[in-house]
């Protein structure tokens, strides 16, 4: 069942909504609590009367915690549940009209094109069944060299034998003649149906109404083929219109380091000049307003705004009062500690001990790390987060990589071999830099 169904059907719960977050994301309850009962909102406010649907408009969340902790991650993989548009963008990036950087109505923009790309995405899962079949009667079509409704009983038998074959993949170097889209064909990486855009050149070929007989192999026809099919689907202007929809009524919108834009009492008279515009350029946008896109009109009513920062330098009450009043609903994330750390090494389904294992698997390397380096990982994560900079979970990639380096780089030649990471490793390769206090080494 897709997210969306399962949204559809009410299943994602706020409680199952935090399991499945509990999956990929170690503690912060109150932050996995607050999207959760978020989303539930949006499966509600779809099942209320239309005359009174409009009325009910999204509590936008202000996330305030270290970097590192989970804000983005939180955001991210609510988006995939609930099969909805989703942005993340920096605050920074933006500076009020009439100073240089990028219009903070790109942000909606942006987000539209996402939601194209989930509409198309969609189409593909949809029909990516029928579209097969079609490919699969046309090249049979050329190879037996009959249509379909003039097929003999005797023709039938060569038609059953070239379908098992074509399946089996055991005829995918013969050559057919094919009539093909006219010019040089350069098939992009999204062939098969996995969602990326196709690239401009493809794009104009298909549409190119001329057409060419070339003489290709039927592995080299059935991707052809399937994007020719799947582009008769993909060209409906309904798609857009549908995208449309979805962003105005699940567009997630995640700014990071929004704290960066703002300052405090004492020092706002000498700060950036743009940076109290900023929040005002954001403020129609989060407030509800009509943004302009190539593709129509968007109003960004029912959009949820999720905003993130540290705050360290200054408070969310440093906000512009108005800003502080669209964002009603705080969660405040803890910084990670050793423990954390740990966990994080540990808990979640696809942990970054568990993706070393599985791309050294792929070279026939077996890597095991015991109880005490894992442990030890974690330590020196928390000392080096504690003496240096704190970034978090992001350290741990630093270190995990230190302690992997010469096994990854020789893995090739180590194919069959089963390599322990014990704490004596870990020390080795990190606790002499710890030791001398050379934390150079661990500055990403």
Known sequence: MLADELLAAGALTPAKVVEVLDRYIVGQTAAKRAVAVAFRNRWRRHRIPVELRDEIV?????MIGPTGCGKTEIARRLAKISYAPFVKVEATKFTEV???GRDVDQIIRDLVDNAIVLQRQRIRTKISKEVEKSVEDRILDVLVGVQQEEISEKSLTSMDMFR????????????????VPEGRVRLPVDV????????????KVLKSPKVERREITVGEARPLLTEIEMEKYLQSDQIVKDAIQLTESDGIVFIDEIDKIVTTSETRRGADASAEGVQRDLLPIIEGSVVNTKYGNVNTDHILFICSGAFHSCKPSDMLAELQGRLPIRVELKALQREDLYRILTEPEI????QQQLLLKTEGVELIFTEDAVRELANVAAEVNRSLDNIGARRLHTVI????????FSAPERAGEKLIIDK?????????????MDLSKFVL
């Open 424 to 436: 004596e490793k870990v020390r080795k390769s990190v606790g002499d830099l710890l030791n001398k």
């Open 164 to 179: 098992k074959l074509y399946r089996e993949g055991a005829i995918d170097n013969r050559k057919i003649q094919l009539d």
């Open 401 to 408: 990589e230190r302690v992997v380096e010469d096994i990854s």
């Open 192 to 203: 098969m149906g996995n969602g990326l855009p196709v690239n401009d050149l493809i794009y």
């Open 351 to 354: 942990n970054m001990l568990k």
């Open 58 to 62: 999204p509590k936008n969340i202000l």
């Open 98 to 100: 009439g100073f240089h």
